[in-house]
């Protein structure tokens, strides 16, 4: 009965929703003397183990990752290439074990400016998930938080819904987020201390947790470490 009670313990006081900035591929190559791109196939590949691993260990509801912002655009234009380019050419193949393990894909962000083919499979790929009841990931690519919220607006707006009628309820409904819970924990890996225009409603009562540690060296160990930070702490979402 000990066991049984301290495994429920356990497994309440990890995070429902896990959002996090890979943040480091590029130094992580500078520092391993590859080039920029290098890291991000380095990091693609991180990306991969650690949403299998949070899925199948600890059975994590919802994982969000910041792949590529509505900033980044401003990166020199042969690494914005490179991105694109292993997006393109994984998407289909990630929807397919993704859909083997039961994992919903979402996307977060604007399609519009992403070009046709990697659109297209992006579309795809979330049809193909669509009806999994595992793991929600949400592909945060081409995404922006302020553009996010703008959006909603104008939604709304564009609706004529009466302002009496706009609650956060509503309001969340209108995000790219729609049907997600708000963040529980977000991690920011590479040594910066910001979260860079990311989940910006929704982490309003987020616990952050920053380490030092590239995002292609993120392991297990690591996410272990942050998840056992996140344990010892009290939420109190302004309470006492």
């Known amino acids: 009965m000990e066991a049984t009670a301290s495994t429920t313990e356990e497994k309440t006081r990890l995070p429902n929703h896990i959002a996090i900035i890979m943040d480091g591929n590029g130094r992580w190559a500078e520092c391993h003397g590859l080039p920029r791109f290098q890291g991000h196939l380095a990091g693609l590949e991180r990306a991969r183990s650690l949403i299998r691993y949070l899925n199948n260990k600890y059975h994590i509801k919802y994982l969000t990752l910041y792949g590529f912002s509505t900033e980044n655009w401003s990166r020199p234009r042969d690494e914005v290439s490179g991105i694109l380019g292993i997006f393109a050419e994984i998407i289909d193949q990630e929807a397919l074990a993704f859909h083997k393990q039961g994992i919903r894909l979402c ?47 104008r939604r709304i707006v564009a ?15 209108y995000l790219y987020t729609a049907g997600i819970p708000d963040v529980d924990l977000l991690i920011r890996t590479g040594g910066e201390f910001r979260i ?24 297990e160990k690591e996410i272990d470490k942050a998840l056992l930070s996140y344990r010892q702490r009290q939420r109190r979402f302004g309470g006492l």
């Not at 659109?119 to 996010?148: C, D, Q, V």
């Not at 910006?200 to 987020?206: E, R």
């Open 107 to 153: 996307h977060l962000g604007r399609l519009e400016e992403l070009p046709p083919g990697l659109r297209k499979s992006i579309k795809r790929s979330m049809e193909l998930t669509k009806n999994n009841t595992g793991m929600t990931f949400g592909l945060a690519f081409n995404y922006g938080g302020r553009i996010e919220i703008l959006e909603a607006v």
């Open 159 to 173: 609706e004529n819904i009466p302002p009496q009628n706009i609650d956060e309820n509503l309001f969340n409904n």
């Open 196 to 219: 860079s225009n990311f989940l910006l409603w929704q982490s309003a009562y987020s616990e952050y947790y920053f380490t030092d540690v590239f995002w292609p060296d993120f392991n």
